[in-house]
């Protein structure tokens, strides 16, 4: 006899779809990208499924940044130091304006 299942009961048998912040996602490409683990241990371990960190890896690879050989954490720290480098270029023109008005 074919059971029928209303909305409400498959609700309750689903799985919510976890979301993952950019911090932990680099964090995990970092393991994967050192060598100390492989994906299928750091999924297990996580308790998620491999295929979601290909994704994740996929995704940064097809960014096509032009670092794409660096590490997630190496590009966010290039990123960093082009901000800084901008921050004191303005910086030292503000203070030769100064410099030339006294």
Do not use: C, P
Not at 36 to 50: C, F, K, N, Y
């Amino acid at each position: 006899m074919l059971h029928l299942v209303n909305r409400d009961e498959r609700k309750k048998g689903k799985k919510k779809r976890r979301k993952y912040d950019t911090e932990f996602k680099q964090q995990v490409l970092l393991m994967i990208a050192n060598g100390r683990t492989a994906r299928e241990e750091v999924a297990e371990s996580l308790g998620m499924v491999e295929k979601l960190i290909y994704r994740w890896r996929s995704r940064q690879e097809s960014e096509g940044t032009e670092n794409a050989g660096a590490t997630i954490d190496q590009s966010s720290l290039l990123q960093r130091i082009r901000k800084l480098e901008l921050n004191m270029d303005s910086m030292l023109r503000v203070r030769q304006k100064l410099k030339d008005r006294i």
